[in-house]
């Protein structure tokens, strides 16, 4: 499994970077295995994305906006998502990942469970 970010990587707006830069230096810093996919610079990718976003997940009008998660093929979540999961310490869950051994995400697991 790969998790996949679909993002603007040249000439995006300020919101949409920072949202951007938030989601793939969390996937770096802990060191998640992921693919960025830029919807700017490649047309298949903008409308595989655009295609692949659940329509109750879509904005009530316009086209969904980057970043947007997948894991392989299944929708994940856009920013929102992904900020509500990471300050619920869910991330992992989230991404349909298992948090590694030792983390503070499976510590926090088990302090829930004990």
């Known amino acids: 499994m790969v998790i996949i970010s679909f993002l603007v990587v040249k000439s995006c707006r300020g919101r949409i970077k920072k949202q951007q830069q ?7 810093a802990n060191k ?5 996919k830029d919807i700017a610079a490649n047309e298949e990718n903008r409308k595989w994305m655009r295609e692949n976003v659940p329509e109750d997940r879509r904005p009530a009008s316009g086209n969904p906006l980057p970043p947007r998660l997948f894991n392989d093929s299944r929708y994940l979540g856009d920013y929102e998502a992904f900020f509500e999961a990471r300050e619920n310490n869910a991330v992992y869950a989230f991404l349909g990942l ?5 983390s503070k995400v499976e510590q926090f697991y088990l302090q829930l469970v004990i």
Do not use: S
């Open 22 to 28: 938030d989601v793939l230096g969390f996937l770096e």
């Open 32 to 36: 998640i295995e992921f693919e960025e």
């Open 98 to 102: 298992t948090a590694p051994p030792g």
